[in-house]
């Protein structure tokens, strides 16, 4: 899951994907649970972190003192598949979701991704260094060669359909890009885009680069670590023109974040509040109608 802001902690956009593993547990104070689209609690917060629903299951995780261990709830709250990987990512329209083991060796720093179904059985093992969620047929993958991490994308048999050569490596996008970086490690090496031949469309001349969203815009950052100005881009690499439908973002029941006093809530596509704000930490509504809440509850 990503590192978190929790003082004022938005998502809402639905999330793809949970790669990025937080390197302690989350404040023992915050507890996740699930309202529907009238504010009320459908699951009441109980979990040390969550993700939104996607393909009708959330991953969620509770920490038991030692470790923390994500599993996938249903919409009733109940375990669909119990807590026992060590992370995980949210399910794809092809019904496969990322998740971490360690390997049968059973050392340290051994842990290794593969693909599991909605029963919780592994269609792909565990194999790889990292990977992240399928999106448009494809996920990326990583895999130590030489030992030297290299990034590429699997279909969903595992097999990789565009070769590890890259050394990062972002989700395909709806237009069909991805961001891939060559030519080194984060600041040394540059951010492109490639299609799902594993062309480049965009060459690699930003130093970092997002996702392209649903309007069909990424942003992006030229310069170098001193120094580096932001811009938004269309899929053809150029300065986009006009980037007026960025100016709200709506999840999948057209609510929005409205914010008062450090507490976050929900307002319709008017601007109308719907739900008062009284949340420390929220997601964006699924399309089940439900999202994902976080509330301090060790003040």
């Excluded at 809402?12 to 529907?36: L, N």
């Excluded at 995980?88 to 329209?93: E, I, L, N, Q, R």
């Excluded at 023109?241 to 929900?266: K, L, Q």
Aim: hydrophobic fraction near 35%.
């Amino acid at each position: 899951m990503k590192k978190r802001a929790f003082a004022a902690f938005v998502l809402i956009g639905i999330m793809t994907s949970c790669s990025a593993a937080k390197e302690v547990p989350p404040p023992p104070e915050m507890k996740w649970g699930y309202i529907d689209t009238t504010g009320a609690y459908v699951v009441e917060p109980r979990f040390d972190d969550a993700s939104a629903f996607t393909e009708g299951l959330a991953a969620v995780a509770e920490f038991d003192g030692k470790d923390r261990k994500w599993g996938y709830i249903d919409s009733t709250g109940e375990y669909a598949i119990g807590p026992k990987f060590s992370d995980c990512g949210v399910f794809a329209g092809n019904g496969l979701a990322p998740v971490r083991v360690y390997d049968k060796s059973g050392r340290e720093n051994t842990e290794k991704w593969g693909y599991i179904d909605k029963t919780g059985e592994f269609v792909i093992e565990p194999q790889f260094k990292w990977a992240g969620t399928f999106c448009e047929g494809l996920a990326a993958a990583s895999v130590e060669t030489d030992g030297k991490e290299l990034w590429g994308y699997i279909d969903d048999t595992g097999a990789f359909v565009i070769e590890p050569q890259f050394d990062d490596a972002h989700e395909f996008a709806e237009n069909g890009l991805a961001a891939v970086r060559t030519g080194g490690g984060y600041g040394t090496g540059r951010y492109g885009y490639i299609d799902k031949s594993g062309k480049f469309v965009i060459e690699p001349r930003f130093y970092s680069a997002g996702n392209f969203d649903r309007y069909g815009l990424a942003d992006v950052c030229t310069g170098n670590e001193e120094g580096g100005t932001w811009t938004v881009i269309d899929k053809s690499g150029e300065q986009a023109a006009d980037i007026s439908a960025r100016s709200y973002a709506f999840d999948a029941v057209g609510y929005t974040t409205v914010h008062e006093d450090h507490r976050i809530g929900y307002a319709d596509e008017d601007g109308k509040t719907v739900i008062e704000p009284q949340f420390d930490a929220v997601y964006g509504f699924s399309e089940n109608g439900l999202a994902a809440v976080g509330v301090r509850t060790g003040k």
